[in-house]
């Protein structure tokens, strides 16, 4: 069926008049003829969306400009398809009193479009610009040249693997440095073009700006857009005393590692060696800083080599997981036409991992550049949870194919990789020799797992308030990287390595800004998934420490998720948490409650090497690591606090009531 004979259906089924209907005197269409249109609408969207989405996949896994044509093209249909179902939904708007909640939510879901409400000039201007700050991203690449003329990189695999394994500070410091020239500079211009189209976009769409419009997506009737912000500040000033005391003990065991590039003294820390290109996980430092070198070693990249894995099969133990609990298993099409590795055919890919839903109820894959080693296979844990979500939600209109909210949909993988990364998990499935029952071994295993999950909450939202103040015009063009830069130094306690001006733009440099992600949606995951965690712990029957629960094989635990999953977004989020876990509430007890034994574990090692005097960093970084002098205590003074208070201000909410 062509689209032109697709638009006239929809015209046509708006004219028919139903037969049998009852209508109160105010209302002037009925639930029987709303259904008849969402019927409709869900069987065209199968057929629309399908092209599209296969055609993005095209372009990301063969980036040629033909395949980009067909890209623009599909998405050209898509925007009228979505703009004719905008148009023939909104006639039903007036009426939703009086239907079912269902049916009133999925026509409220259809009349939100995105860009497509854009006229058709800007929509293609934003869409050039959306493929050319991807394009950019996906080629971006750094240059060797006292390896050869010409030697060049892609970030995927020399620059990935210099940035998590390299302890050569310059060498760091070239990568950081080159990458973020080659990306982020590059779309400085486009970024204004950027912010300009999604923000026109989203007041089309009744919002004040482009991040009310992602914040909506936590949208429900117990709490409005001020609230939420409030909430995820709160939320930070929980965690803030335990990042506070991980970021000072990686502080001290750095100083060994990086000489001078370190200042004990209140110093923040170089952004380019935090473990990978952007300091997002620490994960990588892990070797670094283990607490008890002697102890069990959690990291299982060696078995996992020494057993012959293969993408393919690390991305099988994944799905035997979510199987082992009674949940669906990846469909053939999954093992057909998921892409888990580099080609080798010499095609330009974008290699971020993803999970792609073709919307036909039958076709979802991963894209990834994966390599055999632990963190690549617990990616592949993650990205097989947004898989299972997909698998538990395709029966579902079209509208309800997603998450509760986005932190769900990014919660569920991290929930099975909390319980595949446990060492009773990595004993059961072969890749640990002998089970480790040690206090050593333990810490060993927290404190990586903070480097991880505690480390990357401060970024996450430290990068989107930066967004939300640009996309609100509270940030003047002229100072983008200078306040992005005072918020990394406030909220992190991180600074950067070398001079920054305004010529450049870091934040583009990671690949969710550049391809338009919202990265709240990672943030409000890393709480919500030990919400989720404790729930199928409990589910299981387990009683002991919760960092050592694995609900692997546990069918009662799989029945509590499979349950909440197949929701997808037919209710509103806090219904879909009370479901699973006992609130409706987004919140940090279990987050804390996980990491209460290193909460005391590093209490002592603060104690026992005299670091109460070192506990938290300067608020403005006044050292850079690329001066010569290391400026005493007194010059810093003022800014060096250890304790939440100072942040009061910085957030545009009030926190005062929140501290008591």
């Known amino acids: ?56 996949w095209g372009y990301s896994t063969n980036l040629t400009d033909h395949n980009l044509a067909i890209l623009q093209a599909e998405g050209i249909k898509y925007a009228a398809f979505s703009n004719e179902a905008y148009n023939n939904a909104s006639k039903f708007m007036d009426d939703l009193e009086y239907y079912s909640d269902p049916v009133a939510r999925e026509l409220e879901f259809l009349t939100e479009i995105g860009d497509s409400i854009l006229e058709s000039d800007d929509f293609d201007r934003l869409q050039n610009v959306l493929s050319n700050m991807s394009l950019t991203y996906a080629l971006g690449q750094v240059c060797f040249p006292w390896e050869g003329e010409n030697v060049c990189h892609l970030q995927d695999p020399v620059l990935t693997n210099i940035m998590a ?77 335990l990042y506070e005391k991980l970021h000072t003990y990686v502080r001290y065991r750095l100083k060994d590692v990086y000489g001078d590039k370190i200042n004990r003294n209140g110093g923040c820390l170089p952004a380019n060696i935090l473990g990978d290109m952007w300091g997002r996980f620490w994960t990588n430092m892990y070797s670094l800083v283990v607490p008890y070198p002697d102890a069990a070693n959690v990291d299982v990249t060696d078995a996992l080599l020494a057993q012959g894995y293969t993408p393919e099969r690390m991305s099988e133990l994944a799905d035997d997981f979510f199987v082992s609990m009674g949940l669906i298993p990846a469909p053939q099409e999954y093992w057909d036409e998921s892409m888990l590795e580099r080609p080798d055919d010499g095609r330009q890919v974008e290699c971020h991992a993803t999970a792609w839903d073709f919307y036909n109820q039958k076709d979802f894959r991963i894209r990834m550049c994966s390599t055999v080693n632990m963190d690549d296979m617990m990616t592949l844990h993650h990205e097989m949870g947004h898989i299972q979500y997909y698998l538990q939600y395709k029966d579902l209109p079209v509208a309800f194919r997603d998450g509760a909210n986005e932190g769900f ?89 070398a001079p920054r001006t305004e010529k450049d733009l870091d934040p583009p440099a990671l690949y969710h800004v550049a391809n338009d992600f919202s990265f709240l949606r990672y943030y409000t995951r890393t709480f919500i998934q030990f919400q989720f965690y404790e729930a199928l712990c409990a589910a299981k029957g387990w009683e002991g420490e919760l960092y050592k629960c694995d609900f692997y094989n546990s069918t009662e635990a799989g029945k509590v998720l499979g349950d909440m999953l197949s929701l997808g977004k037919s209710k509103p989020w806090p219904e879909a948490m009370m479901a699973i876990a006992g609130t409706t509430k987004m919140e940090s007890r279990a987050f804390l409650k996980y990491f209460e034994p290193l909460d005391k574990w590093l209490n002592n090692q603060i104690a026992e090497n ?43 909410v009030s926190l005062v009531a929140l501290m008591m």
């Open 1 to 56: 069926m062509s689209f032109g004979k697709m638009a006239s259906s929809f015209a046509l089924l708006l004219m028919l008049v139903c037969v049998g209907c009852s209508l109160t005197s105010a209302q002037t269409y009925s639930e029987a003829e709303a259904q008849e249109f969402l019927d409709h609408y869900n069987s065209e969207a199968q057929i629309v969306i399908p092209r599209y989405v296969h055609a993005s």
């Open 165 to 241: 394994t390299s302890v050569n500070y310059t060498e760091r410091l070239w990568v950081w440095q080159n990458w973020r020239d080659d990306t982020g500079r590059k779309m400085r211009g486009q970024y204004v073009d950027y912010v300009t189209y999604k923000n026109k976009a989203s007041n089309l769409n009744g919002y004040e700006d482009y991040g009310a419009y992602w914040r909506s997506n936590y949208d429900n009737d117990m709490e409005d857009d001020e609230d939420l912000e409030a909430d995820m500040w709160q939320m930070y000033m929980d965690i803030l005393p």
């Open 409 to 497: 949909h990014e919660a569920v993988g991290e929930l099975i990789a909390l319980s595949a990364a446990t060492p009773q998990h990595l004993y059961d499935v072969g890749l640990l020799d002998e089970l480790p029952d040690d206090y050593e071994s333990d810490m060993n295993f927290l404190l990586k797992q903070a480097l991880t999950m505690v480390a990357t909450l401060p970024f996450s939202i430290g990068l989107e308030k930066w967004r939300w103040e640009v996309f609100r015009e509270e940030i003047p063009y002229e100072q983008w990287t200078e306040k992005f830069w005072e918020l990394k130094h406030n909220i992190l306690g991180v600074v950067e390595p």
């Open 610 to 652: 005299d670091l109460f005097g070192e506990l938290g960093w300067d608020r403005e970084c006044a050292w850079k690591p690329y001066e010569e002098a290391v400026p005493p205590t007194d010059d810093i003074g003022a800014g060096f606090v250890s304790t939440a208070s100072t942040l009061v201000t910085l957030f545009g």
